[in-house]
């Protein structure tokens, strides 16, 4: 059974912060290298992730906040690696 339940104002400013990233989208892609092809693939899906990611956040909240937690920590460190990959000249 779901458990229905408000989610709190901080939440939601953590979610729509944490989700702020997204917007370099234009900026990633431009910079993404040549090769390999599956940088630009997942930089492209990447604001698809952002936003689910923040939307389940949101949703999962009255009935398992850790998952809560889970799912934000999840979304910092796909913030950081999707950074990582594009700019990282190896």
Do not use: D, Q
Not at 61 to 66: L, N, S
């Amino acid at each position: 059974m779901i458990a229905r339940g408000r989610v709190p104002w901080w939440l939601i400013l953590i979610a729509v912060v944490m989700a702020l990233p997204v917007f370099r989208t234009p900026a990633l892609i431009a910079a993404c290298p040549p090769e390999p092809e599956i940088v630009r693939t997942l930089v492209i899906i990447y604001p698809f992730y952002v936003g689910v990611t923040a939307w389940l956040a949101c949703i999962c909240w009255p009935a398992r906040k850790t998952m809560t937690w889970i799912l934000i920590v999840l979304m910092a460190l796909s913030n950081l690696s999707i950074h990582f990959l594009v700019y990282s000249r190896i």
